[in-house]
């Protein structure tokens, strides 16, 4: 079973490392990676990953779970082509934002 390297545990603090397999949870990794990660971890993971795992990644789940900024980063990291990454980012941007929904509770003065 492929493990994490030491240096990528900080950014899975949630869950106990020694049982993530690299490939068994590959779609994980990256979205945590993609995401959250450092320098070091992004190239951890563009050595790991070839374009296609990521490609598929993107395409099935990191369209609607990254933010904007990393899919359109990871996007041409992964040679996307630019017409599909413009509709993912399209796409991205008409998400429905949970912070944006919130109510503001306003107390009478």
């Not at 990528?8 to 993530?20: I, M, Y």
């Amino acid at each position: 079973m492929p493990s994490l390297p030491p240096f990528l545990h900080t950014f899975f603090w949630d869950h106990d490392p020694g049982t993530l397999d690299v490939q068994q949870h590959a779609f994980f990794v990256m979205e945590r990676l993609m995401e959250r990660g450092s320098w070091a971890a992004m190239q951890w993971l563009l050595d790991s990953f070839s374009g296609q795992q990521r490609y598929s990644f993107l395409e099935a789940r990191g369209k609607r779970v990254l933010s904007p900024k990393s899919l359109n980063y990871w996007a041409i990291m992964s040679d996307i082509p630019e017409p599909v990454r413009r509709q993912w980012l399209i796409e991205a941007n008409a998400r429905s934002d949970t912070w944006s929904k919130r109510v503001v509770h306003q107390y009478p003065q």
